[in-house]
Every structure is written in structure tokens, then in C-alpha cells.
């Protein structure tokens, strides 16, 4: 199991940026896919990004490419999404996410197995 924290959400205005971090513990973090998901009030849990153990792949939905950057350090155990031209749409608790086994594939939420506390963006207009 990879524990998950999560930091650097806020309170900014459109157009601005914001850098979330997930620290991870545990020696399986650098064998595993690892993502973000949001959660907007009244939605349910969407993807955001990921990226594979090697960090050599990354993946985003259709919502925030382009704006998005996910990237991971597996020296120091974290994944970091830096958010750009953020818009209010984009307000929501964002989670960072470790893959259910090592080396695996998809985004789909169903295949990943740790989950951070989340961390609140809000996104003004």
C-alpha cells in the first residue's frame, strides 16, 4: 500500500496557475502509475492526468491538455501537477492516486488502489 499526501491548493483567479504536490511513502511508489483525479460538489470523481512508473508516459483528459503538466520525481517520492490557465471550471478537490499493482496500465479510476485526502482548488472568475 502507498501512502498519499497531497498539498498546494488555494484559492486563485482565472488564468492564474497553482502547483499541487503528492508526497508518497512506501518503496513500491517507483513501480507504480500514478494519477490525479478531482472531484467537483454534485460530480463524481474525475480523471485528470497520469503517469507511468518511469515517468516516461503521461496521460490527460481532454478538459486540461495543454494547460496541465503532470510530473514525477522518484528520487524524492513525489508527483506533482503544475496547473496553468486555470479556469473556474476547473474548482474542485483534486486527489493524487497510486496504481493498485506494480507496473500496471489505464486510468480508468477502478485501477487505482491508494488515494490521498485531497486537497481544495477554487478557482475564481
Known amino acids: 500500500q502507498v501512502q498519499l499526501v497531497e498539498s498546494g491548493g488555494g484559492l486563485v483567479q482565472a488564468g492564474g496557475s497553482l502547483r499541487l504536490s503528492c508526497a508518497a511513502s512506501g518503496r513500491t511508489f517507483i513501480r507504480r502509475t500514478m494519477g490525479w483525479f478531482r472531484q467537483a460538489p454534485g460530480k463524481e470523481r474525475e480523471f485528470v492526468a497520469a503517469?507511468?512508473?518511469?515517468?516516461?508516459?503521461?496521460f490527460y483528459s481532454d478538459s486540461v491538455k495543454g494547460r496541465f503538466t503532470i510530473s514525477r520525481d522518484n528520487a524524492k517520492n513525489t508527483v506533482t501537477l503544475q496547473m496553468n490557465s486555470l479556469k473556474p471550471e476547473d474548482t474542485a478537490v483534486y486527489y493524487c492516486a497510486a496504481h493498485r499493482i506494480d507496473y500496471g496500465s489505464g486510468v480508468d479510476r477502478s485501477v487505482f488502489g491508494s488515494w490521498g485526502q485531497g486537497t481544495q482548488v477554487t478557482v475564481s472568475s
Open positions: 503517469i507511468t512508473w518511469s515517468g516516461g508516459t503521461t
